[in-house]
């Protein structure tokens, strides 16, 4: 039916491909508006503007380096933050 359509009507053919192609741009256009945004909310904070890498956060915090085998007064020595539950330690 739809070649019968496009037979018989060029025209309106036309301007059914002409509205799927914008169609078509605007998803697109919509989908980098809506992956800029859900990318820019995962950014930790602290790291947008502050030109450091920022690569672990916890409680809020940005961090640039992790630990799973350091104590709580090797973390200590370093200025991190010990996470008692998990035995983890978050430094710069």
């Known amino acids: 039916m739809a070649n019968e359509k496009a037979v018989t009507d060029p025209q309106g053919a036309r301007s059914l491909g002409q509205a799927s192609y914008s169609i078509a741009?605007?998803?697109?256009?919509?989908?980098v508006v809506v992956a800029?945004?859900?990318?820019?909310?995962?950014?930790?904070?602290g790291s947008a503007g502050?030109?450091?890498?920022?690569?672990?956060?916890?409680?809020?915090?940005?961090?640039?380096?992790?630990?799973s085998y350091m104590t709580s007064s090797e973390c200590a020595l370093k200025n991190g933050v010990y996470d008692d539950y998990y035995l983890h330690c978050y430094y710069n």
């Open 36 to 45: 800029v945004i859900y990318f820019s909310m995962l950014t930790p904070s």
């Open 25 to 31: 741009w605007v998803g697109i256009v919509v989908s």
């Open 50 to 67: 502050s030109g450091r890498s920022c690569t672990y956060t916890y409680k809020g915090r940005c961090y640039r380096y992790f630990s």
